[in-house]
Structures are given as C-alpha cells and as structure tokens.
C-alpha cells in the first residue's frame, strides 16, 4: 500500500473532528495508518485517499462508523446500558400500552433507536403492542442521520443483540461489506429520523411515551442542560420515562421526575 501522505492524514483527522469532535495530534499518524490499513486492503483499495474518498461521501453509511470505531475504543453499541431497555420492556408491559411512541433524542449513528425498535419488535410478535408503534431519531449532524437511515453497523457493535434477533431483524454482508450488518426494512419502516438542535425550541414533536435522552448531556454548561431537559420532558405524556446515560446523574429540572433507578426516571402524572 501507498503511505499515508501528510495532507491525507489531514483530512482524516478533520473529518473525525467534525463528525464526533476527536482530535488526533501528528504523533497519532502512525496509529491511524496501522488501525485503517487492514480494512483498506480487505476493501481491495489501493491507498488511503481511495478510503478517504468512501468515508467522506454520502454513501459512508456502514463504513464510515467501521473507521471510526477503528480509531476510538468506542462505546457506542446495540442495547448500550440493558437495564434501561429491561426497565421499558416491563413498563410498557404492565401499562398495557398499544400504540407506543419512542424518541431517540440524541440518535447519532442509530444504534439505539434501532436497539428499541427489536425491542418493540418482538413485544408486538407478543401480541404486547400494537403494530403501529413508532420511534423518532434526531440528531444534530446531517451525516450522522444520513447512516441512521442507511442502517448499516460494524458487526461489533451488534455484540450485544442475542443470536435470535440477529436471525430475525438483521442482514450479515459478504464479501467487500463482510463484517457490516444492516437493519432489516420490515424492522427500519416505524423508525424515522430528522435533524433536530435541542438548544433550540422544539415544535410539533411528540407526545411521547417514552424519551432517550442519553450521554449527550455531558456536552451542554449547566443552565444549556436544565432547558435542554425541560424542552424535551414538555414531550413526554405524563406517567412516561425518561432515561439519560447513567453516568450523567440527575440534572435540574422543574419537570417533576420520580427516579426509578441510575439515569431513568418517570414523568409525573399532572394532578
């Protein structure tokens, strides 16, 4: 293979900055050429630039979250934190809830919004719900939305989706796209994404039975984070959850929130 020229290391480190604000000094070039050099002779390309030019296009898809897990011990992954979705599957269950309505605030690549979506799959196969359940991903970034949509992942990052809902809700690739996985169409049809900033006022959403609003948080000062949760609990029905990361604590809020365990909470019902 070509070396990695300086101007392409360049680009690499610019895109990864502007997709998911990573930064890599210049004592990071080797580290980059080793991680990226085996998927880019898997792919039968020639140099880097080749590679570059997939990852930077609007068919990345796939590809372009396998780079970034190359390069990132990366914690993103299909049902991220369980408890949360075991704590959503007994509620809906016990609230004998038909037509459910999700919201993946911060959606990014779509892992989690599709993480519910098997879910929600199999409590409808239960005759638990109601075909007509939906789940909404937003996201700030435009790329990011448009591989959500794609529904193309690294195999890893499925490591936590038991065999049986591999078989029944996924696609394995073969040959240049071994080691992707993409999402079924009869499982991405009630899952739907848009762009959406939440320190903006948010209209015409929801209401929702159920909210993700996790690890995303981290990134807002603490007054950007009480609007930001307040905006997006005033779309939560009452007597719905809410869920933010585990790690991220209880935030302020003037929404009356029951905590229920670590990151989720229960909107309370207006009196």
């Known amino acids: 293979m070509t070396p990695l ?8 480190v610019n ?4 997709i998911c ?14 991680r990226l050099a085996p998927r880019i002779q898997r792919l039968g390309m020639e140099d880097y630039d080749e590679y570059v030019s997939l990852i930077d296009s609007p068919q990345a898809g796939g590809e372009l979250q396998m ?29 004998k809830l038909r037509n459910v309505s999700v919201w993946s605030a911060a959606s990014s690549f779509g892992d989690e919004a599709y993480s519910i979506a098997m879910l929600l799959g199999d409590l409808q196969r239960k005759g638990t719900i109601d075909p007509h359940w939906s789940i909404l991903g937003t996201d700030i970034s435009d ?5 959500a949509t794609q529904a193309v992942f690294p195999e890893d990052r499925m490591r936590e989706v038991s065999d049986e809902r591999l078989k029944r809700y996924c696609l394995k690739g073969e040959g240049e796209s071994e080691g992707l996985v993409q999402i079924k169409p009869t499982l991405r049809e009630n899952v739907h ?28 000062d603490g007054p950007t984070k009480v609007e930001v ?3 997006v609990t005033s779309r939560l029905k009452p007597g719905g959850l809410f869920f933010i990361g585990t790690a991220e604590g209880r935030v302020k809020t003037k929404t009356r929130l029951t905590p229920l365990g670590p990151g989720a909470f ?6």
């Not at 604000?21 to 080793?34: E, M, N, R, Y």
Request: aromatic residues 12%.
């Open 15 to 18: 895109l990864m900055h502007e």
């Open 229 to 231: 949760v307040e905006r």
């Open 21 to 34: 604000g990573l930064s890599f000094p210049d004592s990071k070039k080797p580290l980059i050429a080793s």
């Open 266 to 271: 229960r909107k309370e019902a207006d009196e």
């Open 193 to 220: 994404f848009g762009r959406l900033n939440l320190t903006e006022p948010i209209e015409d959403l929801g209401p929702f039975d159920v909210v993700f609003l996790r690890n995303v948080l981290i990134y807002f």
């Open 5 to 12: 020229r300086d101007t392409t290391f360049r680009k690499i």
């Open 67 to 95: 780079a970034i897990d190359l390069l990132t011990t990366n914690e993103t992954y299909f049902f991220r934190e369980q408890p949360h979705f075991d704590l959503m599957e007994r509620d809906l269950i016990e609230r």
């Open 143 to 147: 790329r990011v939305l448009r591989a």
